[in-house]
């Protein structure tokens, strides 16, 4: 099957530590995005990466930090200076940097305990 | 930026077309129309797309207006199942890469 899996579904943080959020493509898709919903609103934009080795920050990069070093694979780890970090979660591919449609994953739901 | 306007929630009756408006009265020429919806708790699903003229897949309609300010996806027989929040984005262009701005969308409640 071919897609993108974001792992795991939920996750638990305590204050004041990082976590990492997985999120892995098998659609040899060039660029990866990544975004963050809070309740009852729209997507924003944390990072995007349009070619391996190579990332952008987006509207809300603060707190956060990305790698590209596959290209199927583009980890977001959230730090301890992103002061509000529940959130859904949801990691998406493109075939390029063209322009072209995003796919999206399932999404990680993180609480903060 | 191209920012869209949508009603916030809508109903239609199951078995129904469901047409769910949205207005990008400040679009530019060559900016795409997108239309994802997202299910509670999923992730985003693109729908469809369109430049200029209406389009037509599997799961919907897009009629875009001949000025381009406005359109509407259209769901022809709704069903329980189309239950989401749709959103209608106009792709921008930044720093070099197309980019997907999510408003808060319309909820479409299909009723039985």
């Known amino acids: 099957d071919g897609g993108i899996t974001q792992s795991p579904k939920y996750l638990f943080r305590k204050e004041g530590q990082n976590v990492t959020l997985s999120c892995e493509q098998n659609?040899?898709?060039?660029?990866m995005y990544w975004y963050r919903q809070d309740p009852g609103q729209g997507l924003r934009l944390i990072y995007y990466?349009?070619?391996?080795?190579?990332?952008q920050k987006g509207d809300i990069a603060e707190g956060y930090s990305v790698s590209r070093e596959k290209k199927e694979s583009f980890p977001l780890t959230v730090t301890s200076a992103q002061k509000n970090p529940t959130a859904f979660y949801l990691c998406a591919s493109s075939i390029g940097q063209g322009g072209e449609t995003q796919y999206f994953g399932p999404g990680t739901r993180l609480l903060v305990l | 930026d191209a920012k869209t306007t949508q009603p916030p929630s809508m109903d239609c009756a199951e078995g129904r077309a469901a047409n769910l408006p949205c207005n990008h009265s400040t679009i530019s020429g060559n900016e795409y129309v997108y239309w994802y919806r997202q299910i509670h708790s999923q992730g985003p699903q693109y729908i469809i797309h369109g430049l200029k003229n209406n389009e037509t897949n599997e799961m919907a309609s897009l009629i875009i207006t001949e000025d381009r300010k406005s359109s509407t996806l259209i769901l022809p027989h709704a069903t329980l199942r189309d239950t989401a929040v749709y959103y209608c984005?106009?792709?921008?262009?930044?720093?070099?890469?197309?980019?997907?701005?999510f408003g808060k969308g319309t909820k479409l409640s299909v009723i039985p």
């Open positions: 984005i106009v792709r921008r262009l930044r720093a070099g890469s197309y980019q997907l701005t």
């Open positions: 659609l040899n898709h060039d660029a």
């Open positions: 990466s349009q070619i391996v080795n190579d990332f």
